[in-house]
T-cell receptor, first 114, second 117 residues
Framework: DTAVSQTPKYLVTQMGNDKSIKCEQNLGHDTMYWYKQDSKKFLKIMFSYNNKELIINETVPNRFSPKSPDKAHLNLHINSLELGDSAVYFC?????????????FGPGTRLTVL | AQTVTQSQPEMSVQEAETVTLSCTYDTSESDYYLFWYKQPPSRQMILVIRQEAYKQQNATENRFSVNFQKAAKSFSLKISDSQLGDAAMYFCAYRRTHAGNNRKLIWGLGTSLAVNP
């Protein structure tokens, strides 16, 4: 049983297109995250939602819009894709705001913008 | 602002031997958490070990252990009896304990570990 799942795992698209990445967790967690990992493996948080409310919103272009329809889902929509958006995007989840809450990561979505 | 530094971009170890990955961090906080995550070629991020700053005892998980030096702000990971499956990127991460809504992890740049048969 997959704890945190992402679809699709691979996404190849043209510049200027709009695409979405979906994330679902079946752990009963109330906090979810989106990370971006660039080609140099640098991992950077983009967004965090707690109980469907946006908690963390790092400096991310407004072309990126997260949507959390419920606690188990956090989708990432990207408008007007650019070459620099090519990266691996990870979804993660954790339980609450407790101090020792481990983050569970999804398998990642490799986005390639041509 | 907190920072995490991993000074070894790449490391290698012979199978069955021991390797230590270094991590240093900078913070003015007294309470925080430190983590080591593993990212194998499958890309999955997996928690390896966690250390609470208020605990003096070093965390241990099977073949993985840490050397936590709070005064020196150092948090190294030791892998004993290295196995081929240990080959991966290893990320050190930090999180404040009492940070209100700002509970984000601060990540190092990673160390790529190769295990030679």
């Amino acid at each position: 049983d997959t704890a945190v799942s992402q679809t699709p795992k691979y996404l190849v698209t043209q510049m200027g297109n709009d695409k979405s990445i979906k994330c679902e967790q079946n752990l009963g967690h109330d906090t979810m995250y989106w990370y971006k990992q660039d080609s140099k493996k640098f991992l950077k948080i983009m967004f965090s939602y707690n109980n469907k409310e946006l908690i963390i919103n790092e400096t991310v272009p407004n072309r990126f819009s997260p949507k959390s329809p419920d606690k188990a889902h956090l989708n990432l929509h990207i408008n007007s894709l650019e070459l620099g958006d090519s990266a691996v995007y990870f979804c993660a989840s954790s339980q609450g705001w407790g101090s020792d809450n481990e983050q569970f990561f999804g398998p990642g979505t490799r986005l390639t913008v041509l | 602002a907190q920072t995490v530094t991993q000074s070894q971009p790449e490391m290698s170890v012979q199978e069955a031997e021991t390797v230590t990955l270094s991590c240093t961090y900078d913070t003015s906080e007294s309470d925080y958490y430190l983590f080591w995550y593993k990212q194998p070629p499958s890309r999955q991020m997996i928690l390896v070990i966690r250390q609470e700053a208020y605990k003096q005892q070093n965390a241990t998980e099977n073949r993985f252990s840490v050397n936590f030096q709070k005064a020196a702000k150092s948090f190294s990971l030791k892998i004993s009896d290295s196995q081929l499956g240990d080959a991966a990127m290893y990320f050190c991460a930090y999180r404040r304990t009492h940070a209100g809504n700002n509970r984000k992890l601060i990540w190092g740049l990673g160390t790529s570990l190769a295990v030679n048969p």
